[in-house]
């Protein structure tokens, strides 16, 4: 006989254990997705931690020397464009899963839970959600700090200009200075007097300085406004 009889036990057998498989696989995946969200839960915690933590147990050969920074260092891009570097739980934008996802694979690679986690950003981004871009550190020890991630978009091309008046006193002064003299040379000639002078246009000037001068003075004690030197380690909003 060419063709067997169909064996209707066996085939609900293999039916049921087939079925017992699909079901040990779903289960598997469930058992996996279940501890990679109680991972990310505990990543969550850790960047919301109030605890202060100065260095992980990092496998220095495995990591990527280009991504390790000094403290001195990252102070200078802070000072040099009006950023701030403090502890993630004062981040009040939202730290995308791509963050988490690679601080997933540190801890994996290094088999350790990463914690003490910095951010440095603009000022805003520790109050208010804005489109600049955070980067995400972790710290070392020693002062150093190894960059786990970055997102959203570049600075401007000018904030290093546009905040270098805020570098310091002399900067300030200075920018003021130019401000005025080139708000006097913009004054039509000959609005105050039919004769133009060399001593009117530094009357016209020292006008000008007095008024940008208070303004920039009325600006930073109303707004609570400091130096970059002054807060870019700093927690406070008016600091």
């Avoid at 085939?11 to 079901?23: A, D, G, M, V």
């Avoid at 260095?55 to 495995?62: A, P, S, T, V």
């Avoid at 401007?156 to 002064?173: D, E, G, Q, T, Y």
Wanted: charged share 25%.
């Amino acid at each position: 006989m060419i063709f067997k009889n169909t064996d209707i036990e066996r085939e609900l057998h293999l039916i049921k254990k087939k079925s017992n498989k699909e079901l040990q696989v779903l289960k598997e995946v469930q058992r996996i997705l279940e501890k990679d969200n109680a991972k990310d839960s505990t990543i969550k915690e850790n960047l919301k931690t109030k605890k202060k933590i100065h260095n992980n147990d990092f496998d220095f050969n495995l990591l990527e020397t280009d991504r390790i920074y000094h403290l001195d260092q990252i102070k200078d891009i802070c000072i040099n464009y009006r950023l701030r570097f403090l502890d993630s739980r004062y981040f009040k934008g939202k730290i995308p899963q791509s963050a988490i996802t690679k601080i997933k694979e540190l801890e994996s690679v290094h088999d350790l839970e990463i914690k003490g986690f910095k951010i440095m950003a603009p000022s805003k981004l520790f109050k208010l959600e804005d489109k600049d871009d955070p980067l995400l550190f972790a710290p070392i020890g020693n002062g150093y700090f190894y960059l786990i991630h970055k997102w959203g978009n570049d600075l401007h091309p000018f904030r290093k200009l546009l905040v270098w008046p805020f570098k310091s006193i002399v900067n300030l002064s200075l920018f003021v200075f130019l401000i005025s003299y080139f708000a006097t040379l913009i004054i039509p000639e000959g609005l105050f007097s039919k004769e133009n002078s060399t001593a009117e246009f530094w009357i016209i000037y020292f006008f000008m300085f007095k008024c940008i001068a208070s303004v920039v003075i009325f600006y930073g004690f109303a707004l609570g406004k400091n130096f970059n030197p002054a807060i870019w380690n700093s927690k406070y909003f008016n600091a």
